[in-house]
């Protein structure tokens, strides 16, 4: 993975038109991405996964750093592709530079922190301060904020979630995990502020997250003129891990649609 001085890092697969792959600091994309990134290579499109590493976490700090790295990739403008706080991020970096992006894709975003919002943020640094002795509470939140009730409620598989966040449960208080709070926190009260983007975008929900909610991404919907939306019913947060295929095929056609028009 390359190193843009100071801005982030990012690695570059296939050949093509540009797509941008936002996430979470914390999610790594090359844990979570390599389905997405296959399905958009093997469609004929250069997919880039960023991974901000900015000395400043507020949004309007990412959303500069991201700008600074999309002028790095060329002057071709690139499709946007961010799940969770990633969308959030191609949000701010579609308001602040439509010369770079055509289009965005949205996975489970937000634009705006609600009551439920403010319990989880506050358990997750109750936790945070609490250290390792409190590693199975956090791993239990973990799992009830990332799947539906029906995939934690098959043994069968649960060794396999398990396995998928366990890493995630740690005590020990990253950088990352700093990083993305700081956001969290900056990251308030931005649906008006959404009704300024004039690219188009497609925003994704999913029926059973419990971590950002489909009710956030129709708000995101909503807010953004001549959007697309489309609900996962049964698909949880996760589902760019766990449902991959459900997750890019629209975005296929929505980058299809607007590279034809």
């Not at 592709?81 to 010369?99: C, F, H, K, T, Y």
């Not at 390792?132 to 791993?139: Q, S």
């Amino acid at each position: 993975m390359e190193n843009l001085a100071s801005v982030g890092r990012y690695e570059t697969f296939g050949r093509g038109r540009p797509v941008v792959i936002l996430s979470n600091p914390q999610a790594d994309p090359a844990w979570w991405a390599g389905p997405l990134v296959t399905a958009l290579t093997g469609a004929g499109y250069r997919a880039v996964t960023f991974v901000h590493t900015g000395p400043a976490y507020d949004p309007e700090s990412v959303a500069r750093d991201v700008s600074t790295f999309l002028d790095h990739l060329g002057p071709e403008p690139v499709r946007l592709l961010g799940w969770s706080q990633g969308a959030a991020i191609a949000q701010e970096v579609a308001l602040l530079r439509p010369d770079r992006v055509v289009a965005a894709a949205l996975i489970a975003g937000y634009g705006r922190q609600g009551a439920v919002d403010e319990v989880l943020q506050q358990a997750w640094q109750t936790l945070d301060a609490a250290g390792p002795d409190l590693d199975p509470v956090r791993l239990a939140m973990l799992l009830l904020t990332s799947y539906p009730a029906a995939d934690l409620s098959h043994d069968e598989t649960f060794d396999a979630i398990l396995a998928g966040v366990s890493h995630w449960s740690s005590g020990t208080v990253s950088e990352a995990r700093l990083r993305s709070r700081a956001f969290i926190h900056g990251y308030r009260h931005r649906l008006k502020a959404l009704h300024d983007i004039r690219i188009p975008c497609l925003v994704l929900g999913f029926g059973q997250d419990t971590d950002t909610f489909a009710r956030r991404a129709r708000e995101v919907a909503a807010a953004i003129p001549d959007s697309r939306y489309l609900e996962l019913p049964d698909a949880g947060h996760l589902a760019p891990v766990t449902r991959p295929a459900e997750v890019i095929d629209p975005i296929l056609t929505f980058f299809a649609d607007i590279d034809a028009a």
